[in-house]
């Protein structure tokens, strides 16, 4: 059973830096994308960021870019997303996912996800 969970988040004052971690379970970790989505009330989920395991390729969205940094660590089977220079904006709930395949900024491309940690950046 493939089990995605998240940790890290909390409150952070603007210009502060988290780090986020999605420890994952239950698929081998060599092939697949793992994803960070996030979503803030009333607003649809977005996509953040993407590490390709089968080729090690990062990919982030443009409102992080620069500020973000993905990575996995295989001998944990961990994900982990440096976010700084973190912004209001970048308050939500950040979300972990998985596909056996590729990478992909569509949320319905991937079947499973944690349970979510929430990221809060007061000015």
């Known amino acids: 059973e493939v089990n995605l969970v998240e940790s890290g988040g909390g409150l952070v004052q603007v210009g502060g830096s988290l780090r986020l971690s999605c420890k994952t379970s239950?698929?081998?970790?060599?092939?697949?994308?793992l994803s960070w989505f996030r979503q803030a009330p009333g607003k649809e989920r977005e996509w953040v960021s993407c590490?390709?395991?089968?080729?090690?390729?990062?990919s982030y969205a443009d409102s992080v870019k620069g500020r973000f940094a993905i990575s996995a660590d295989a001998p944990t089977s961990t994900v982990t997303l440096q976010m700084n220079a973190l912004k209001p904006e970048d308050t939500a709930t950040y979300y972990c996912?998985?596909?056996?395949?590729?990478?992909?900024?569509?949320?319905?491309?991937?079947?499973?996800w944690g349970q979510g940690t929430q990221v809060t950046v007061s000015s």
């Open positions: 996912a998985a596909d056996p395949y590729f990478c992909s900024d569509s949320d319905y491309r991937y079947s499973y």
């Open positions: 590490f390709s395991l089968e080729d090690g390729s990062k």
């Open positions: 239950g698929f081998t970790f060599g092939n697949w994308a």
